[in-house]
Every structure is written in C-alpha cells, then in structure tokens.
C-alpha cells in the first residue's frame, strides 16, 4: 500500500486549496472525496449567487472572472474545475472515507474497498452533508426536504420554508417569483439581519405586502402529508398550515460522528475541535483540520473567504515534521 505524505479528505474549495500547497512543496499527497469536485457547490440551488465577490473565493492565485461581481453557482464550478485542471490535482472521487486508523505512526484510511496509508491526513469535508434535523413527527416524508434546488417543480402549489437565515430567505423569495404560495415559518422574532444584506429587506417587503405569509415566534411540531402543525413558542398555541411541500431550512453542521469516530475532541455546545491555532492541527497529532469544519456548528463563521488561507500554515507544519522524519 502506497504510503503519502498526506492525504486531504474533501475536494470542496479548501481541501482543493490544500492539495495546491501539498503539490507545490513536493509533498505526495492525494484528495479522497465521497463525491465530485466541490460536491456541496455543486448541489447549492440552481441560481443561486455567492456572498462572496469572485477574488475571495480564489485558490491558487487563479484568477476568477466572474459576469457580475458576485459569482453564480455555476460560474464557481466551472472555476474550481479549471483549477484542478490548472495544477492537474491528484484526485480520488466518489470515494468514501469511513474511518482513520492511527498506528505505528502513520494513518490508514478505510474505505468501502480499498485502503489508504499516510504520514500526515487533512480533514477538509465541510459541513454541508448533515441537516440540523428537528427530530419531529414526519420530517422523513417524501415531500420534505432540508435542500433546495429550483423553484420550477413547485410552481402553484404550497410551500412551508422554515428557517430565517440566508437559505430560508433564498427559497422563499425564489419559490414565490415563480409562482408558488409561500409561507415562512421562524423560530425568533424576525429575519436573521446576518444573512445577505440584499435579500432580507426584499423579503420583508414582500412579507409587509402579504405576498409571502409568515409566522414568527413560531416552530413546527408535526408534518402531514397535506399540512404542517405550528406552535406559538411564547404563548403555545398551535395552527395547522396547508401545504404540499416543506422545505426545512434550519442548517447544517459538520459530521461530528466522525470526528468523533477519529479522536478529535469537540468542545462546548458548539461542538468546536480542539486544534492548534496556529497549525490547525487537532489534538490528533498528526490530523488537521481545514475550512468550515473548525468551526463546528458555529457554520457562520469559516467559510470559503477564510478557509480557503488553512492550506498554507497546514502544509509549512507538515512540511517541517515530514522532512525531519527523513532525515
């Protein structure tokens, strides 16, 4: 079995912008991902358009020309696509890594048929693969979803869109301009103001209007094939709600399982990984920590902008413990 230098799991923007540093210190180092090139981009919705502008998502020092000055879903997966081309990135994909075995000073990592062997392994995957499920009867149906792709399937029928973040406020506004009867359902008082400063206004005018219904203050207990049950979460009231499709905006987070699984220690409510700051290495020696997944389920706070800059301290430290074991 062949052995690495390292191995980065996750070929979304910051593991491939690992793999970048990895290859231009001559480090033998390969990316493993469950699913393709930048997977969670891939399945954000349709038309959906970066926060970000187009240089602050680039790695590399490729430049990302983008029509306007925030970049379009499809426009960043074309972009990431010709970087990997660019530096013609050691890849393995649709590969799923089920676990990280630590012994005799290297890791092994199990996939369903094959193994892996490396001195060093950077832990890239994100956060976008776990739903915060709200553990309530009927979440499971066939026409609820914790993703959104395009409005065009739902067309004149009802929707329920839970959540008040970035996500919430996409669907919504999305699924009403191509004609469907939106309700947003939200646990607090209003709109979360931390979401893209041009959409919040635009929904609560549209909300002002009666064009989208909303109930704040409120959370879903129960859904229905045909219905949802919503309760007033300050004075405990319910209401039923029409609908023929819910659309459970509520987040993500980072697999903590997993994490677990491996050894890395998650602190506070949070769920944070005890890392080295300076190094993002965990308090696995020898496993880091990259992009979102440092964040734990404080998601807002590491993103493509910030993640995209852990490459480089991780790679200078795993350099330096690489190149002392060979000597």
């Known amino acids: 079995m062949k052995l690495y230098d390292v191995i980065i799991v996750g070929a979304g923007p910051c593991g491939l912008a690992c793999g970048i540093e990895a290859q231009a210190k001559n480090l033998n180092y390969v990316i493993i991902d469950k699913g393709n090139i930048t997977e969670s981009v891939r399945r954000y919705p349709v038309n959906m358009l970066f926060f970000s502008t187009s240089e602050n998502i680039e790695i590399g020092n490729v430049p990302f020309v983008s029509m ?58 994100g956060y976008y693969d776990v739903p915060k499920y709200l553990q309530i009867p009927g979440e499971t149906m066939p026409h609820v979803s914790h993703y959104y792709d395009e409005a065009f399937r739902y067309s004149k029928m009802k929707a329920v869109v839970v959540g008040g973040a970035n996500s919430a406020i996409e669907t919504a506004l999305d699924l009403y301009r191509n004609y469907v009867d939106v309700t947003v359902v939200h646990l607090f008082e209003q709109l979360d103001k931390r979401a893209k400063y041009w959409i919040v206004p635009d929904l609560e005018n549209r909300i002002k209007k009666d064009e989208v219904k909303a109930y704040f203050n409120h959370k879903v207990t129960e ?105």
């Open 223 to 327: 859904i229905y094939e045909k219905s949802v049950i919503i309760e007033n979460v300050k004075d405990g009231s319910t209401k039923r709600i029409d609908t023929d499709f819910v659309f459970l905006m509520t987040g993500y987070r980072p697999d903590a399982h997993f994490l677990k699984k491996i050894g890395v220690t998650l602190e506070g409510d949070y769920l944070i990984p005890k890392l080295n700051a300076d190094t993002f290495e965990s308090n696995v020696e020898g496993i880091y920590l990259a992009g979102s997944i440092i964040g734990g389920e404080e998601t807002a706070k590491v993103f493509i902008e910030n993640g995209r800059l852990h490459g480089k301290p991780i790679i200078e430290d795993i350099l330096k413990k690489v190149e002392k074991v060979r000597l």
């Open 68 to 125: 306007g000055t925030r970049p379009t879903r499809s426009e960043a997966l074309k972009y990431y696509r010709k970087v990997v081309n660019h530096f013609d990135l050691n890849l393995k994909l649709f590969t799923r890594v089920d676990s990280v075995e630590k012994k005799s000073g290297s890791f092994t990592l199990h996939t369903a048929n094959e193994q892996f062997s490396a001195k060093k392994v950077i832990i890239a995957s």
